[in-house]
């Protein structure tokens, strides 16, 4: 792992977005792997601006989405559909019918998740998956627990995850119970490049476990370890419990 430590939210926000921009400089139709909840914001609003002001094309760019709420519609404020349009893809140019996001809402979700995998699969995999960490190490919606095999399919969210989510739904009873979710297996296996961003004192512990723990499945980040291209991009406060000399590389 290739471990970047900076100074607050908004340096994170940029190195992400820069290395999002060269990977499309060099590869105008390059898939991007994303993610949704607090962290990727400043990142998709510094890929805005670079879209303004350096004209950076997104009309060849084909994204998937890592997670999506069951049980609430497309149109609902808080689903992942509805973030990444209001987040990013409303203010670029990129082509909608090039954008993937598990439909939670689908009748049949067994096969939506069978559908979901296969599309990636045939797209050829992510040139790069944008990653956020959750308190108790989940990436995507693979919470503790997850493990290795596990392919894109429909998960049960944590009491922790429930939790922090409520900030977004206002009440803990609102948030739905169950995600659609890329698994580890589809991350790990389908994706060229990993770049996980993290910030804030309290997914520290986290990123300990992340970086300097066993691989096990009480910690999904620590699966990582696995890849051979990752990048962490972390705030100091993410970053507090490494010896930060000595953690340059692992
Ligand atoms: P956050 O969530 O960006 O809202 O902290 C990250 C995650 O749960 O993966």
Do not use: W
Request: hydrophobic share 40%; aromatic share 8%; proline share 3%.
């Amino acid at each position: 792992m290739e471990i970047i430590i900076v100074d607050n939210y908004q340096k994170m926000s940029e190195i992400g977005a820069l290395m999002i921009k060269e990977q499309i400089k060099k590869k105008a139709d390059s898939i991007l792997g994303l993610a949704t909840g607090g962290t990727p914001i400043g990142m998709y609003k510094e890929l805005i601006r670079m879209h303004i002001q350096d004209f950076l094309d997104f009309s060849n760019v084909i994204t998937f989405n890592l997670d999506e709420y069951v049980g609430i519609s497309r149109q609902h404020p808080q689903s992942y559909y509805n973030f990444m349009f209001e987040n990013l893809f409303n203010h670029i140019n990129i082509d909608p019918k090039k954008v993937y996001i598990p439909n939670g809402s689908e009748a049949n979700l067994q096969l939506e998740c069978k559908n979901y995998e296969q599309r990636i699969t045939e797209a050829g995999g992510m040139d790069i998956q944008i990653l956020g960490i959750g308190t108790n190490g989940h990436i995507g919606f693979n919470e503790p627990g997850s493990n290795f095999h596990d392919k894109t399919r429909v998960v049960q969210l944590s009491e922790s995850t429930l939790k922090a989510n409520s900030r977004f739904f206002g009440d803990i009873s609102l948030v739905p119970t169950l995600a659609i979710s890329m698994g580890i297996n589809t991350i790990l296996s389908n994706s060229k490049k990993i770049i996980l961003l993290a910030h804030g004192s309290e997914k520290a512990e986290a990123v300990y476990g992340m970086i300097k723990g066993d691989v096990c499945s009480n910690n999904p980040a620590s699966l990582l370890q696995l890849h051979p291209n990752v990048t962490v991009i972390l705030d100091v406060q993410a970053a507090r419990k490494l010896d930060n000399n000595k953690v340059l590389k692992k």
